[in-house]
């Protein structure tokens, strides 16, 4: 069975900093491209990052650049999200998301809830 | 705002086609194919049910075609069902970002 499940949201202090990460299961994690995206609650979605398969390049939104590093550890088939420095805007759910074979997303996990607030 | 200007709400009745429109720039739908849409329920993971404009991932019911003309993409279900009440998103990939959403659409099952 085809899993991604995210964990380490929480509510965080604004300045302060999360690791998040998204456990992999049922596929071949090592030769996925993976993305982080966002969702206010209620609201959109934001693409906020994507990192190749063996993690030496990661693209960010503008968003999220300078705050946002997006690591993966194959080993382990796990995929990363730090953020530093976080603000209120930063508050939702991050999702992460498996590219597929032309720029699109076909798997999807349900997601990990940050709150920024003081 | 999003970069893709989407209906912020649709609704038919059981049987009905309906037709949700996407509309985006020079940077993304009118230069790109890789146009996609996705299904969302409350509280649940986005599904992928239209890829590359007018692709079904398997699995995917025959109902949900997509299209695109000029800077404007569809999505289009037929035959409504209940079950297909959702907020439906599209996305494309861009110059810019390189990835852009559209705002979402709440489609109700009247």
């Known amino acids: 069975e085809v899993q991604l499940v995210e964990s380490g949201g929480g509510l965080v202090q604004p300045g302060g900093s999360l690791r998040l990460s998204c456990a992999v299961s049922?596929?071949?994690?090592?030769?996925?491209?993976m993305h982080w995206v966002r969702q206010v609650p209620g609201k959109g979605l934001v693409w906020v990052s994507r990192i190749n398969i063996d993690g030496t390049s990661a693209t960010y939104a503008d968003s999220a650049k300078g705050r946002f590093t997006t690591s993966r550890d194959n080993a382990k088939n796990t995929l990363y999200l730090q953020i530093d420095s976080l603000r209120a805007e930063d508050t939702a759910v991050y999702h992460c998301a498996r590219e597929g074979f032309g720029w699109y997303f076909d798997l999807w996990g349900r997601g990990t809830l940050v709150t920024v607030s003081t | 705002q999003s970069a893709l200007t989407q209906p912020a709400s649709v609704s038919g009745s059981p049987g009905q086609s309906i037709t949700i429109s996407c509309t985006g720039t020079s940077s993304d739908i009118v230069t790109y194919n890789y146009i996609s849409w996705y299904q969302q329920n409350p509280d649940k993971s986005p599904k992928l049910i239209i890829y590359n404009v007018n692709n079904r991932p398997s699995g995917v019911s025959t109902r949900f075609s997509g299209s695109k003309s000029g800077n404007t993409a569809s999505l289009t279900i037929s035959g409504l069902q209940a079950e297909d009440e959702a907020t439906y998103y599209c996305?494309?990939?861009?110059?810019?970002?390189?990835?852009?959403f559209g705002g979402g659409t709440k489609l109700t099952v009247l």
């Open positions: 996305s494309s990939y861009t110059s810019r970002s390189p990835w852009v």
């Open positions: 049922g596929f071949d994690f090592s030769n996925s491209w």
